[in-house]
């Protein structure tokens, strides 16, 4: 099956609907954590977490609150051990109802992200949701610090790969690792944002959900 082919009108199209409904990226809400995020829009069923790594971090995180529902993790690291290697390695007769993809896309080219999202849409139940965080490409520095990272996903261009797959978003936020402290720090931290186009969240999340 041949990869699906980027489309620069779609993705032109995809970008000014985004900023309608969601505006520019300061006006996107700052949430404090992602895994908090995540967990408040699981409720029960089976997860996916795409790109896991060897920690399984969300795992840990998320388990106590799993009802009828099984975790499954899926990644080629071989510093661990995973249900899946690659994404065909599922059968088509599985159903997620929660999927996650923490930091996976940005390592990924843009062809290969659109085909991912297509075959995760089918793997999904009615009303399940898909969470998806990348590098704020918009941060100083975060998208260049890992020599592994491909394609710099904006929150806008994020948004183009939920509607290639007919998904729904319904949230996207930003989020850092450190917030700035102190009233100076603030200020400092504005005005560096408005005159240069800088954002000083280091990250994005975005909430989508497959509909009938």
């Keep these: 099956m041949k990869k699906p082919k980027f489309q620069y009108g779609f993705y032109s199209d995809a970008l000014k609907e985004c900023y309608q ?11 404090k954590n992602a895994y908090t995020e995540t967990c408040n829009f699981y409720s029960q069923g089976d997860i996916l977490d795409l790109g896991a790594g060897h920690q399984k971090v969300l795992q840990n995180i998320i388990q106590p609150k799993m ?3 099984k975790y499954y993790s899926l990644d080629n690291d071989p510093k661990g051990t995973f249900d899946f290697q690659n994404i065909d390695e599922i059968e088509q007769s599985r159903k997620f109802s929660f999927v996650v993809a923490n930091q996976f896309f940005e390592h990924l080219t843009i062809e290969d992200s659109m085909d991912i999202f297509l075959k995760i849409a089918k793997l999904m139940q009615t009303n399940a949701k898909f969470i998806v965080t990348v ?5 100083p520095n975060r998208q260049i610090s890992n020599i592994d990272h ?3 996903w904006g929150y806008n261009s994020l948004y183009m790969l939920y509607k290639f797959a007919d ?12 917030h700035p402290k102190g009233i100076i720090e603030k200020i ?3 005005y560096v944002s408005r005159i240069y186009r800088m954002d000083w969240c280091d990250s994005i999340i975005i ?3 497959k509909n009938e």
């Design 21 to 31: 409904k969601f505006g520019s990226i300061f006006e996107l809400p700052i949430i």
């Design 67 to 69: 009802r009828n529902g």
């Design 135 to 139: 590098p704020n490409i918009s941060h």
């Design 150 to 152: 491909k394609t710099a």
């Design 167 to 178: 998904l729904q978003v319904l949230k996207i936020a930003r989020y850092s690792k450190r």
């Design 188 to 190: 400092i931290t504005r």
């Design 207 to 209: 909430i989508g959900q």
